[in-house]
């Protein structure tokens, strides 16, 4: 059985930072393309970013420089640590993985079938 279960999420004010993590079991977490999307209220899910099993890392243009996504395949661990938080970053967060040998991840979310419960981010002005 895969799991993927969000940590980290709050409530921040403007110009805030929040780390989420993710932590993973039941797959070789190392073999995965594993990524971050939120959704908020009335909206469609969004891919924010999404990282390789080599590293590499895509970032949606709305957080790109603000976000940075990480991870730590020895503890099934995926990290996003962000910065610089707008309101408009209210959302659900969740992390989600495919078995995909990608030099790089997309960051749309019908790519990935593994999802996690979500974490909440709300960011006041």
């Known amino acids: 059985q895969v799991y993927l279960v969000e940590s980290g999420g709050g409530a921040v004010q403007a110009g805030g930072s929040l780390r989420l993590s993710c932590a993973a079991s039941g797959i070789t977490f190392s073999r995965y393309c594993i990524g971050w999307f939120r959704q908020a209220p009335g909206k469609e899910r969004e891919g924010v970013a999404s990282?390789?099993?080599?590293?590499?890392?895509n970032y949606a243009d709305s957080i790109k420089d603000r976000f940075t996504i990480s991870r730590d395949d020895a503890k099934n661990t995926l990290h996003l640590q962000m910065d610089s938080l707008k309101p408009e970053d209210t959302a659900m967060y969740y992390c989600?993985?495919?078995?995909?040998?990608?030099?790089?991840?997309?960051?749309?979310?019908?790519?990935?079938?593994?999802w996690g419960q979500g974490t909440q981010v709300t960011v006041s002005s």
């Open positions: 990282i390789s099993l080599y590293g590499t890392t």
């Open positions: 989600a993985a495919r078995l995909w040998d990608a030099s790089v991840c997309p960051i749309d979310s019908s790519d990935f079938g593994t």
